[in-house]
């Protein structure tokens, strides 16, 4: 990293511990969480348009699959769902399994005209067998005791293991949404990529018997301790005396200290790996691609199955980051994924930051969601200092400080206007040989 870099991570350090003396520790710490929890957003769209130029505008639907992940590994399963629709379930993958390969044989063994007619009637036969079992299986599911589940719950793993099988889901969905979008042009694949996350988005909504849908799943298993267990262990109250600190206020430190060196562990892993594989064979190749797709494809490269490549590797890091979200806020909640803090934040964090140097993607990750939380406290304490001489009861007064919230918005765009024109390649720019 170059010594501007250097600077700048220091001077996000010092804005981070200016919050704690200024504001409390425990509001600086939960904006480090999710600083590293963007961080790792950022870095996953970073490896799609900075190393290849694919502009993917559906993250949120990405990192909702990660909080699904949390969902299904972590909650215990619900016995009693499981046993008046579990049956259902099991036949109606069966019964997909079995179109999916009929559609398979009829296109291997019919030809000509009736090809293609001959795999739609299969397909239609098989669509009314399946929800002939699923539409039963999932109406029982939901039925069965919906206030509190209504749902088949996951597997009962300890929730770190969400965050792998996270990945796992984001680049099975990459899979499929590249196979079909990645030779489109870049245009029809932001549109396209758009589309299919809010479908992911709006089965999530509504499909109550996998994760409760907008009932939300909330209570998930923690990788950390408890506050409320640490406040009743002798050894942390030990150590908080030895502090001079209030318990409570020191296990709630205590607890996101340690989700800050978790989330640290997996961004520091996944940023040896971006670094390895940028500045290897392979990431010149796709810089090279990127620049020159054309030249890249007359030197015998495969262009479309490298994007694929490159579009699961970052789908897979924010399907990591969406799981580890779920896990700090320890709920899912479909409604909560929306364009604005999943796919504009995070690509206003790769701008601003440098796309193509993963050192620029990480700061803006740091940056953006600082300047993101703190605008609206600064905002406020601007307008109250602003109209300190006016009345209480003065419309402007009121007025000015009902928009103090919008201050983020403003702030953003005029951020983003600023490093566009002062320095279009980011805070810290992508290294040229």
């Known amino acids: 990293m170059s010594q501007r870099g250097v600077i700048l991570y220091l001077c996000m350090a010092a804005l981070l511990v200016l919050v704690g003396f200024g504001q409390s520790w425990n509001v600086s710490l939960t904006i480090l969480n999710l600083c590293l929890i963007s961080a790792v957003m950022a870095l996953g769209v970073n490896i799609q348009w900075g190393y290849a130029g694919l502009f993917n505008v559906g993250i949120m639907g990405f990192a909702a699959l990660g909080g699904v992940a949390a969902v299904l590994v972590s909650e215990p399963p619900v016995i009693g769902a499981w046993s008046v629709g579990g049956v259902g379930i099991g036949l109606t993958f069966l019964a997909l399994v079995a179109t999916v390969a009929a559609v398979i044989i009829v296109r291997r063994q019919v030809t000509g005209r009736l090809r293609n007619i001959s795999a739609f009637a299969v397909a239609i036969v098989g669509f009314f067998v399946i929800r002939s079992v699923f539409d039963p299986a999932v109406d029982a599911i939901e039925d069965f005791d919906p206030a509190r589940t209504g749902y088949l719950g996951g597997l009962g793993l300890p929730i770190l293991l969400a965050w792998i099988v996270g990945g796992v889901f984001a680049a099975s969905a990459a899979w499929l949404v590249g196979k079909v979008a990645l030779g489109l042009r870049a245009d029809y694949l932001a549109i396209a990529t758009l589309g299919i996350s809010e479908i992911i988005l709006a089965i999530m909504k509504n499909e109550d018997w996998l994760t409760r849908g907008v009932k939300n799943v909330s209570g998930l298993r923690r990788p950390v301790p408890i506050e409320i267990e640490l406040q009743q262990t002798e050894w942390f109250l030990d150590l908080a005396q030895r502090f001079g600190a209030d318990p409570i206020t020191f296990s709630s430190i205590f607890v996101k200290l340690c989700y800050a060196i978790l989330f640290s562990i997996v961004l520091v892993i996944l940023m040896w790996f971006a670094e390895r594989a940028l500045n290897a064979p392979w990431g010149r190749m796709m810089r090279a691609i990127r620049d020159n797709r054309d030249a890249a494809e007359a030197m015998g490269k495969n262009v479309t199955a490298r994007h694929l490549q490159t579009f699961i590797l970052g789908s897979a890091v924010v399907g990591v980051a969406g799981a580890m979200l779920t896990t700090l806020e320890g709920q899912f909640t479909p409604g909560q994924y929306n364009p604005l803090r999943f796919t504009f934040l995070i690509w206003v964090m790769v701008i601003v930051g440098g796309s193509g140097n993963n050192w620029g993607a990480v700061l803006g990750g740091f940056l953006i969601w600082f300047l993101w939380v703190e605008a609206e406290p600064a905002g406020i304490l601007l307008m109250n200092t602003l ?47």
Do not use: K, Q, Y
């Not at 103090?404 to 918005?409: G, T, Y």
């Open 387 to 433: 109209t300190a001489g006016l009345a209480e009861g003065n419309v402007v007064r009121e007025h000015l400080l009902d928009a103090a919230p919008h201050m983020r918005l403003f702030l953003m765009g005029l951020i983003l206007l600023l490093v566009l024109r002062f320095s279009p390649r980011g805070l810290i720019p992508e290294r040229t040989n």
